[in-house]
């Protein structure tokens, strides 16, 4: 045999580095954009093209995936889940054949959140586009050029003028609130207008109403068309001045490249290692996801606010909107806080703002570009106040924020999906600490309740018991040592509504009688609405976030109460899938009664720690994100919300997760990768790093925080920003003596000897 000589030893070594070079991949690289395309049941994840947090945002107009046609080019979306605002359709025939909008067939579509290209194969047209934060530009490649060639600009509802080259205009987006936009191209149209017969008319300088539209007509023989666009919510000028201030000529590779780096600076906030190809798609693509909203409606420091209809001076802080906060304060904001502290800032600064300007200071719970759309129950901006504020952040007005957030909560009523001032059910709620259901028979009279909308007990009494502990936080930090005390004493009231026969939260009528004939696995009402909120009584079982430690003693201890978690994963549906979805749209992404594809479950897995048996979170979690959160176009299980789904996933594949938004801790899993490592700022980093990985060894051996052994399930956020390293030993079959002592366990409801905040 014939040893191998240094010098062939170091040529090797030389072409496995040009190798790997060759091969290596940026974070921006892994994002795959069609995860969640198709939806298990109700609302897609669409692949936005955009960059982050800006307020212009993109993507195909499709009911999902399988769609057959495009309906168009789109130009911007205003609200999350929305359809495009204005709409681009490139024709090349006669003028007859065009119409409003052209169903436009496709093929060979390549997504990436800095760049669109599709191949419209019946027109043979071949579309490129890229984004800027508030400007776009599309290239347009025209493949028959003995044909007219056309572009059909529409906007749904509002009025469009041009000069014979440019083109600008508005669409309504309610009765005060319009998106601009100014449009060019590189070529000098021969006419634009609309439909005169079997021509285009010249007389047309202006077009107004539903569907409006010009037809531009190009050159016979043009074969590329350049065109580019500034939006904004201010005005055509404002739309003009944000295209000129980004684009500045007509090169889409140069406006691709500058959003790749953006993106590429923005996702390496989190670097990881590992051999898990896909783990690493999902991780980064849900980071991507977590950008998605809120959106800056700056300009040149200027902004519309739907909330008082006017343009403001953004006085030097940029201005957010478009949060679900439903969904989004659970893991989305804590996520902001760790890699985007002055983002996450400005953002509570903004809703301090936005309520300034509300004919009522009742703080936002779902604020859009159109104003606040009261949806959903509960008003839990106050946790995205506390948890920011107790976790070191300061950049914003904590009185203001503690004032509007108590009044959202004490003056407006509590009734889900409503903004009316309180009234009867709001004065029970405050005389006898819950909020009640309607007894049998009895029918809705209640003004407050919503039309169409149900009174969701228990989802609103567990939700305002923890917006209230989050007042006695904000409270305490203030000084306000009496309100301090009354929020907190109001925040144990979620046990009032705990039945003690059954172990479960039950809904209560005003004469203290709880609902008669409950199945738990089929609450009343669409979405189970008459007892809970779009999942059943199993997951709202464990939805005291503030104060787990007493939910465990009131189900009856640590093994009854991860006897309690394994029924919930174990207990099936109970009925068919159609019968069940029928009326549990939501409750999607099952594991047994568990549901991963909706909100208030996301903790759930981690709540073993609690019961001093971390291996099965360990188990629990790492299952979960194999089972429902993949690579594939069905890889998300429910309604991801921009972010409030695939922020669990962030969390939860480094290995840690914020279970209470408001006390600075967080609660360890299992990690899906050899290193993570997070940029928190100021020079420092936080690292979780495995020993023995391997992406099967999911339980933990042993740990280490900063070079000392660690035998507790949770760490403080304050161990999280001193910056060091959580080490984990890693193996394939679970440790059961790591962190199950009493002092172990993760803390609840007060911040005691445990966990001391030095903010």
Request: glycine letters at 8%; one cysteine or more; charged letters at 25%.
């Amino acid at each position: 045999m014939k040893r191998p000589t240094i010098l062939t030893i170091l040529l090797s070594v030389v072409f496995a580095t040009k190798l790997f070079a060759q091969t290596a991949k940026d974070p921006v690289d892994y994002i795959n954009p069609y995860i969640g395309n198709i939806s298990h049941l109700l609302v897609p994840t669409y692949p936005t093209v955009h960059l982050p947090n800006s307020l212009l945002r993109v993507y195909p107009e499709r009911e999902n995936f399988t769609g057959n046609v495009l309906r168009g080019l789109p130009l911007i979306v205003t609200s999350h889940r929305g359809s495009s605002a204005f709409n681009l359709s490139p024709f090349q025939g006669v003028v007859k054949d065009i119409k409003h909008v052209l169903p436009l067939s496709y093929d060979n579509e390549v997504i990436k959140p800095y760049f669109y290209s599709v191949d419209l194969d019946e027109q043979d047209v071949a579309v490129q586009y890229a984004p800027s934060h508030q400007s776009g530009i599309y290239e347009l490649h025209f493949n028959h050029p003995e044909k007219d060639t056309y572009l059909i600009f529409n906007t749904r509802n509002g009025e469009l003028s041009h000069d014979n080259r440019h083109i600008s205009g508005y669409q309504n987006l309610d009765k005060q609130t319009k998106v601009y936009i100014y449009l060019e191209t590189d070529v000098q149209p021969i006419v634009i207008g609309t439909h005169q017969g079997d021509k285009v008319g010249t007389n047309d300088k202006s077009t107004k109403g539903e569907d409006a539209y010009f037809i531009v007509q190009y050159p016979k023989g043009t074969t590329k068309i350049k065109l580019r666009y500034g939006v904004s919510f201010i005005s055509t000028e404002q739309a003009k001045r944000n295209l000129r201030r980004e684009i500045r000529d007509f090169d889409l590779a140069t406006i691709s490249k500058r959003g790749r780096d953006i993106w590429n600076q923005t996702l390496n906030k989190i670097k990881v290692t590992g051999t898990d190809e896909d783990a690493k798609t999902v991780f980064y693509t849900s980071l991507y996801r977590t950008y998605e909203r809120m959106i800056c409606l700056s300009e040149d420091g200027k902004y519309f606010s739907a909330y008082d209809g006017k343009v403001h001076d953004d006085k030097g802080r940029p201005f957010y909107t478009d949060d679900w906060i439903w969904d989004t304060y659970r893991a989305t904001h804590p996520l902001r806080i760790l890699i985007e502290p002055e983002m996450e800032a400005n953002m509570i600064n903004s809703y301090i703002v936005m309520t300034q300007q509300m004919p009522r200071a009742w703080m936002p719970n779902f604020p859009e570009v159109t104003g606040d759309s009261r949806r959903m129950n509960s008003n839990h901006a106050v946790a995205m106040v506390a948890d920011a504020y107790n976790k070191g952040l300061r950049n914003f007005n904590l009185e203001e924020a503690y004032r509007v957030a108590k009044a959202a909560i004490t003056e407006k009523t509590l009734a889900p999906w409503s903004a009316k001032p309180a009234g009867v059910l709001d004065q029970f709620y405050k005389d006898h600490g819950y909020f009640p259901s309607l007894a049998p028979g009895e029918k809705e009279t209640v003004p407050e309740v919503h039309s169409w909308e149900r009174r969701q007990p228990i989802a609103v009494t567990l939700g305002t018991v923890y917006d209230e502990w989050c007042l006695s936080q904000i409270a305490s930090k203030l000084g306000k040592t009496d309100e301090a005390k009354y929020f907190s004493e109001r925040s144990l009231n979620y046990r009032k509504v705990f039945n003690p026969e059954t172990k479960f939260f039950h809904p209560k009528d005003t004469f203290g009688v709880f609902m008669p004939h409950m199945d738990y696995r089929f609450p009343p009402g669409i979405g189970g609405r008459d007892a809970y909120d779009e999942n059943t009584g199993y997951v709202y079982r464990f939805d005291v976030p503030h104060n787990i430690g007493d939910l465990v003693q009131l189900i009856g201890g640590k093994q009854a109460f991860v006897d309690a978690l394994e029924d919930m994963f174990s207990t099936p549906l109970g009925k068919g899938r159609p019968d069940f979805y029928h009326i549990y749209a939501d409750h999607s992404g099952n594991v047994g009664q568990f549901s991963m594809g909706n909100e208030p479950a996301m903790h759930i897995p981690y709540l073993y720690n609690y019961a001093g048996q971390p291996w099965r979170s360990q188990k629990r979690v790492r299952t979960l994100l194999q089972q429902w959160f993949r690579n594939d176009l069905m890889g998300i299980p429910g309604d991801e919300d921009g972010g409030g789904l695939t922020s669990f996933v962030v969390f939860s594949q480094l290995g840690f997760y914020p279970i209470t938004p408001g006390l600075p801790m967080y609660v360890i899993g299992s990690p899906s990768f050899e290193s993570a490592t997070l940029d928190i700022g100021e020079g420092k980093t936080f690292s979780v790093v495995c020993e023995n990985y391997s992406p099967d060894n999911k339980y933990i051996q042993s740990a280490k925080l900063n070079g000392v052994s660690w035998n507790k399930s949770w760490f403080s956020h304050e161990d999280l920003m001193k910056g060091g390293k959580l080490e984990l030993v890693m193996g394939k079959h679970p440790n059961k003596t790591w962190a199950t002592g009493d002092d172990a366990i993760p803390p609840s409801f007060k911040m005691n000897d445990r966990l001391k905040s030095k903010n």
